[in-house]
């Protein structure tokens, strides 16, 4: 005869006894919930709006150190190439201008070369409003489009809304007989280039 005790009965029907809570934390992470996911999808557009908002002023309020200079010397081609007792229109690449500028960085003026063999470069724009005057060799006069201004052809002013004459830019003849114009920021009373 054994002393071994007979099973209870009621133990078969006692559930297994689950694992400790702390034992099955360690092995998976808590998952996320939609909430959090969205709130940092959120977050994420919120950096990229501010930095899309954010960059170009501080790009802008920096730009005033890193901008090139205002002027630069440019050629404008041989001087024979401007007769004399004539006024010419030339164009030139503005320095100041991007890569991308294209046909935008083209800038026109206007070369004189008088009869005693001296040159004289007008910046194009009026002094009143900035419209391009153009130049009449047979009245020896340029005139504004835009508001009727008229200009002697030495550049000053003969009549019409511009406060003064023509600006002009300051130019030399090398002794390859180039001609050079300095020149780039459209002249004005705070910024000239002669
Ligand atoms: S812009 Fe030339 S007269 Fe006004």
């Known amino acids: 005869m054994s002393d071994t005790p007979a099973p209870d009965p009621s133990d078969s029907e006692k559930p297994a006894s689950p694992l400790p809570e702390a034992a099955s934390d360690s092995q998976e992470p808590p998952k996320k919930s ?13 950096v990229v709006a501010g930095a899309m908002i954010g960059i170009p002023i501080v790009g802008f309020a920096l730009s005033s150190f890193f901008r090139k200079k205002e002027f630069d010397w440019i050629a404008l081609g041989p001087s024979e190439k401007y007769p004399q007792g004539q006024t010419r229109l030339a164009t030139f690449k503005n320095p100041l201008m991007r890569e991308w500028a294209g046909e935008t960085a083209q800038m026109p003026c206007w070369v004189r070369h008088d009869t005693s063999g001296d040159f004289t470069v007008f910046d194009i724009h009026c002094t ?26 030495d550049g000053s002013r ?16 090398r002794e390859d007989g180039m001609l050079y114009i300095y020149a780039g920021d459209i002249p004005s009373l705070a910024n000239q280039s002669v």
Do not use: T
Not at 35 to 44: E, P, V, Y
Not at 139 to 153: A, D, N, R
């Open 34 to 46: 939609r909430r959090d996911f969205l709130l940092g999808i959120g977050a994420g557009l919120n």
């Open 158 to 173: 003969a009549s019409g809304p511009p406060p003064r004459g023509l600006y002009q830019i300051k130019h030399e003849v």
């Open 128 to 153: 009143h409003l900035g419209c391009p005057v153009r130049w009449f060799q047979e009245s020896k006069l340029f005139m504004c489009p835009c508001h009727g201004g008229v200009y002697y052809e």
